[in-house]
């Protein structure tokens, strides 16, 4: 049974990971299963596979053609998953050249959407979160630059739904108000 795909983005440091994770808890305790599925982890599994990479965040740092082929393959890994899925990852990827799509038409096409969702914050609260988390590396962005990604994460999922049909519905995550993103999220999900 094909399912519904649900596509959840933000930008690094906006707690998409965290809101995806509590409203699946939610779900499953109302019965609603969900797999969640995180695409950049299929891009990584692959590229470390192939030699491309050694961790994580030097993703971004490959070039656009070893993306895009990265992009396909997790595409239609993930297209072929039955049941309800939501698929974690990024409208856009800040590279040294610039934004790149994180979803283009290719793996839009592969996926068939049915919601897209942005989680955002304010940008003063990205940023902390970003310098709190010793787990990764992140960039260190200013507040006009984590401004402009958050606005250019808006245009482009216009520009997915325009593509593919489906709504867009954006969720705010800021601090100590996780609940209510959650009940946003499991809403939307039901």
């Given at each position: 049974m094909p399912g519904r795909k649900i596509i959840i983005t933000g930008v690094p440091g906006v707690g998409k990971t965290t809101v995806i994770n509590e409203s699946i808890l939610r779900l499953k305790e109302e019965g609603v299963d969900f797999q969640s599925i995180s695409f950049g982890s299929f891009m990584f599994e692959m590229a470390v596979s192939k030699g491309l990479v050694k961790d994580r965040d030097d993703m971004r740092k490959l070039s656009r053609d070893e993306q895009k082929?990265?992009?396909q393959l997790a595409a239609a890994a993930i297209g072929k998953i039955n049941g309800d899925v939501i698929i974690d990852t990024h409208a856009s990827v800040k590279t040294p050249k610039g934004y790149l799509?994180?979803?283009?038409?290719?793996?839009?096409?592969?996926?068939?959407?049915?919601?897209?969702?942005i989680v955002e914050t304010d940008e003063d609260q990205i940023l902390l979160r970003r310098l709190s988390d010793m787990t990764r590396v992140r960039d260190v962005d200013g507040f006009r630059a984590l401004s402009e990604h958050q606005e250019f994460n808006r245009a482009i999922a216009a520009a997915y739904a325009m593509v593919t049909g489906c709504t867009v519905k954006i969720i705010k995550n800021p601090d100590h108000l996780l609940d209510k993103a959650v009940s946003d999220m499991v809403n939307l999900l039901r």
């Open positions: 082929h990265l992009q799509a994180g979803l283009p038409e290719w793996v839009l096409r592969e996926l068939k959407p049915d919601v897209f969702v």
